[in-house]
């Protein structure tokens, strides 16, 4: 499995924009897409967005089409999520996951992931 770490989450008001961070080691990554979903309180983990292997190809959740944009740097191992125009009910826990299997397109089934982090919180004021 690839270790991931989400950073960038925080308090932040209504409009307000964040990016968050999600730096994988372990097993290489580069050949796997990678996902966010997210957690509210008393909900299900729900699909936010997703990027294939080598970052030609995206797939957003409707909620948060044209305001959010996920992108990756594999010489980094990094993957970003860039959150613009955050409104209320985007706040919830973030999580990135690695899908498990190579070259795949970005699924928004959280079955189709077999290594997540350990989350970071993102809370937006009215």
């Known amino acids: 499995q690839v270790q991931l770490v989400e950073s960038g989450g925080g308090l932040v008001q209504t409009g307000a924009s964040l990016r968050l961070s999600c730096a994988a080691s372990?097993?290489?990554?580069?050949?796997?897409?990678m996902g966010w979903f997210r957690q509210a309180p008393g909900k299900e983990h729900d699909f936010v967005a997703a990027?294939?292997?080598?970052?030609?190809?995206?797939n957003y959740a409707d909620s948060v089409k044209g305001r959010f944009t996920i992108s990756r740097d594999n010489a980094k191992n990094t993957v970003y999520l860039q959150m613009n125009s955050l409104k209320p009910e985007d706040t919830a826990v973030y999580y990135c996951?690695?899908?498990?299997?190579?070259w795949g397109r970005g699924s928004s089934n959280k079955n189709e992931y077999d290594s997540w982090g350990q989350g970071t919180q993102v809370t937006v004021s009215s």
């Open positions: 990027i294939n292997w080598s970052g030609s190809s995206t």
């Open positions: 372990g097993r290489d990554f580069r050949w796997n897409a």
């Open positions: 996951a690695a899908e498990n299997t190579r």
